[in-house]
């Protein structure tokens, strides 16, 4: 009910205005785009949700925060690896990098469960 | 599908869980509800409780618009149905919903006229081609969808269509989730807001939870990265001793909301001063009708509607769990006497029901384990 699905406007229709033809997974279909203030253009990505464009996907917005989310696994593999310094184990270097609580919340490497192989953080 | 399988990307999940596992204090418990069926949905169809540490408990909300329609309410309209030349529309996840008499699918093998339809205004086009009969659009659903019934009245109006009305069932997120709030056996440390609700009315109406209880509340979407994302900002905020509201879902929620959704809904709705909800009760303010000039589109002032209350059936659960008071597998008749076959209630039936996700995606990945 409240699931909507993003799709890309492929035309307007020149006599309703009102009216978009949206491409959604590969079917094209007519969506209500009069929920929009400022309209939309042809290649624009929408929210649609019960025959109604509800919101502009904000692109910028979109790649800014899967490129931050990216960064976070890839911090996270960065403090991995440090952590496994053995040549490092006392030293001062390692308190820095590594998060304060940190030590006791190593990622298990094996568990059941997850998505498409993922594991849980298992908490020690 | 672009902006969907970015954010379900298993490696980036990963990521964000191991920072959530660091994030989380071992001695304590945490208690987070995600407001929305969709959210629920998600976390157990993406198996994310398997990524998440044990002592992060997510309480399933409300947000769920099938399941908390009383089973008085469900009768009401399916009454309407009763008349000849009725066409009953209604979405998908009506269908299946039991009413005391049968769900709408049973009352259409008996011959009712029952319809299920997309979007109101595939409800609307029915009028048009069918000028004999009179068309009812069941409308069920939050925010986010009370919009669309208010622009296909409108259209209506501006049609001329006189064949065509509505049984109003909009409800509003707020009011459930200050009873939430205020019920006594409730502690919750954080929401995870809801994220398609928000697309209309923005972020500023939460801004109670933080004002009256001091808790964060997270407006978020529904893939799985988003999810996790808003979790771990939750986390932030509590371990920071803050409670604020922010928008982890930025690339579809203005922080100001939809004006022209919003403005299609005070043209179209008034607030009614209370109406039943599953499991919480009457809730004042917290669900929309017809305003009094749009009565000749107003299924409850066109149609003799009988307005009796219902208890749920023997047994049943539904509104313990729909307040997140007992896990879905916790009832009684989970998975036994209702099941996705032959649900006893709601949750069962919609997609967005705690019950329903649970016993299609969890219950199937706990018999595989052991």
């Not at chain 2, 004999?132 to 296909?152: M, N």
């Not at chain 2, 065509?164 to 019920?183: G, K, Q």
């Not at chain 2, 022209?260 to 004042?284: H, T």
């Not at chain 2, 209630?345 to 219950?363: F, I, K, Q, T």
Request: some cysteine; overall charge negative.
């Amino acid at each position: 009910m409240c699931l909507a699905i993003p799709g890309q406007v492929v035309s307007i229709h020149a006599d309703q205005p009102l009216l978009a033809r949206v491409e959604v997974g590969g079917v094209q279909r007519n969506v209500n785009v009069g929920l929009l203030e400022e309209g939309v253009v042809t290649g624009d990505w929408i929210l649609i949700h019960v025959g109604f464009a509800l919101s502009k996907i904000d692109a910028e917005q979109a790649e800014d925060q899967l490129r931050m989310l990216r960064a976070m696994g890839e911090d996270a593999l960065a403090i991995e690896e440090v952590r496994g310094y053995s040549f490092a184990d006392e030293s001062a270097e390692t308190k820095v990098l590594v998060p304060s609580q940190g030590s006791s919340k190593e990622p298990a490497s094996a568990g059941s469960g997850g998505i498409g192989g993922l594991r849980r953080p298992d908490v020690q | 599908m672009k902006y969907v399988d970015e954010f379900r990307d298993p490696a980036v999940i990963a990521g964000v869980a191991r920072e959530i596992a660091r994030e989380v204090d071992p001695n304590r418990h945490y208690r987070i509800m995600e407001v929305c069926g969709g959210h629920t949905h998600s976390i157990y169809r993406h198996g994310l409780r398997d990524v998440l540490p044990d002592n992060l408990e997510l309480v399933h909300g409300p947000g769920c618009p099938v399941c908390v329609l009383p089973t008085g309410r469900v009768d009401d309209g399916l009454s309407i149905a009763s008349h000849d030349d009725v066409i009953l529309t209604c979405f998908g996840d009506m269908m299946r919903v039991p009413g005391t008499k049968g769900t709408p699918l049973e009352l259409k093998a008996r011959g009712a006229d029952i319809r299920m339809v997309y979007s109101p205004l595939d409800a609307l086009r029915l009028a048009e081609q069918n000028p004999t009969k009179r068309v009812v659009f069941y409308a069920i659903g939050f925010e986010t969808t009370a919009p669309s019934t208010a622009l296909t009245i409108l259209r209506a109006q501006a049609l001329g269509i006189t064949n065509f009305s509505v049984f109003c069932n909009h409800v509003t997120i707020v009011p459930a989730m200050r009873a939430i709030l205020d019920s006594p056996d409730m502690r919750i440390d954080g929401f995870v807001g809801p994220g398609h609700v928000s697309t209309v009315t923005g972020c500023r109406p939460f801004e109670f939870v933080v004002r009256d209880y001091g808790r964060p509340v997270v407006v978020s979407g529904f893939e799985p990265l988003d999810i996790m994302e808003g979790i771990l900002m939750i986390l932030r905020q509590l371990h920071a001793g803050e409670a604020k509201v922010e928008n982890q879902y930025k690339r579809i929620v203005p922080w100001e909301g939809n004006p022209p959704a919003l403005r299609a809904m005070a043209a179209v709705f008034e607030l009614r001063p209370y109406f039943e909800w599953r499991g919480l009760g009457f809730i004042s303010q917290s669900a929309l009708a017809l305003k009094p000039e749009l009565a000749s589109y107003d299924a409850e002032a066109i149609f003799d509607i009988p307005g009796v209350r219902v208890t749920d059936p023997r047994g049943a659960q539904c509104g313990e769990v729909l307040k997140g008071v007992l896990k879905p597998q916790q009832c009684k008749l989970f998975g036994t006497e209702c099941n996705p076959e032959h649900p006893i209630g709601a949750l069962m039936v919609s997609s967005e029901g705690a019950c329903a996700a649970y016993y299609r995606y969890a219950l199937h990945a706990e018999t595989v384990a052991t």
